[in-house]
């Protein structure tokens, strides 16, 4: 059989795995999981040391950006594959709203966001997308920010992603000429944190006040690059469930091998075994509506809307189930603060609405694929 020319590639390459052993090793030295959870209780939720050894050393801010703009030449596929890592970590790092959401945007703005763009990719500052983290791919495009006349932007947008560590937000708003994308200096911005179920990922109200700003995308481009934005988010953010069921899994392995009850692991017992399994096959199937979504992404494949609706819809009640599991299974050191499986089952969750809800995706991908409701 001769293989298409179009055929998605689900496998990692040698170069994928490369960057995956330099980032899981980099998260293994600085992310430990349970060392997370006295960070999120403290003044510096997020570890912006380990933000620009991965963004800056590593590279990762800049891994879908073009190398005559600053950054290394990748696709989403690479970014993918970090997002699944840290998925496993769940590292208080602003990728998702820096490398993800901002640089996606400005990917599809045009040239007038090279400047910019070449600061995020290489780690120099820190985006994030003005839009609530709950904004699902097809949303129409938002007016709650407005352009006056003398060019600033007024307006409030909530639950903003890494808005708390962002330096530059890319603002969708709509002004005289319609709708545009705006870079505004966060310093120009009131940013309020608000109380967050995932403690590590944080989300923020922003509201400008005749903020100064400058356009880098017209009517024209606009509410495409924001789509773009919104559907890599969509596309990578199931590669972060990925890691998080990964990581549940392995660890809940790991613990009913050791954990003994009535003289036997209790691992050894069916019913724990018959759970288990399932959650492999779950994590299977997560992985590969991933991959492809993340490979039609990097190829431009008219397929990627698709694949990104399925993958969102696939991967999101994988990872909550994952984790509600991983919970059940580790028993009472599962329910104790001092385990980190509460940090994944809130990620988890937090997920589950992050970028639109797996019934959200599945209702688009009915109107996608012409299948009446």
């Not at 790092?93 to 703005?109: C, E, K, M, Q, R």
């Not at 003398?150 to 002004?175: I, Q």
């Not at 990578?236 to 003994?260: F, H, M, N, P």
Request: proline share 5%; charged share 20%.
């Amino acid at each position: 059989m001769t293989e298409r020319a179009d055929s998605p590639d689900l496998l990692y390459s040698d170069v994928e795995e490369d960057l995956r052993a330099s980032v899981r090793d980099l998260l293994t030295d600085r992310a430990e999981p349970s060392a997370l959870i006295a960070r999120t209780e403290s003044a510096e939720p997020y570890d912006l040391k380990l933000w620009h050894t991965l963004a800056a050393e590593l590279g990762t801010a800049g891994l879908m950006v073009p190398e005559d703009l600053g950054g290394h030449g990748g696709s989403v596929r690479e970014t993918a594959l970090v997002a699944e890592e840290l998925g496993r970590s769940v590292a208080p790092v602003p990728f998702l709203g820096s490398t993800v959401l901002a640089t996606s945007a400005l990917l599809a703005a045009g040239p007038a966001a090279s400047e910019v763009l070449g600061r995020l990719a290489s780690g120099a500052v820190i985006g994030a997308l003005a839009v609530p983290l709950t904004t699902a791919p097809g949303a129409d495009f938002p007016s709650a920010v407005t352009v006056g006349a003398d060019g600033a932007l007024s307006g409030r947008v909530g639950a903003v992603a890494d808005a708390s560590v962002a330096e530059v937000f890319v603002v969708p708003a709509v002004g005289p000429d319609g709708p545009g994308l705006y870079t505004v200096d966060a310093s120009a911005a009131a940013v309020t944190e608000l109380v967050s179920l995932d403690l590590t990922r944080r989300i923020s109200d922003v509201v400008f006040e005749g903020a100064p700003a400058a356009r880098v995308a017209d009517a024209d481009t606009a509410p495409a690059a924001l789509q773009r934005a919104l559907t890599v988010g969509a596309g990578v953010l199931a590669s972060e469930q990925v890691g998080i069921t990964d990581w549940c899994l392995t660890e809940t392995v790991a613990y009913v091998k050791e954990r003994y009850q009535f003289g036997r692991p209790v691992g050894s017992f069916q019913a724990l075994k018959h759970r288990l399994a399932t959650l492999y096959l779950e994590l299977v199937s997560a992985r590969a509506a991933a991959r492809y979504a993340a490979d039609t992404l990097a190829n431009g494949h008219e397929d990627s809307d698709v694949a990104v609706a399925v993958a969102a819809a696939r991967c999101s009640p994988i990872a909550l189930h994952a984790a509600e599991e991983a919970l059940q299974l580790h028993a009472g050191i599962g329910m104790t603060w001092e385990h980190p499986i509460h940090l994944y089952l809130k990620r988890a969750k937090s997920d589950d609405v992050a970028l639109g809800t797996a019934g959200r995706h599945r209702a688009r991908l009915g109107g996608l694929v012409d299948l009446p409701a």
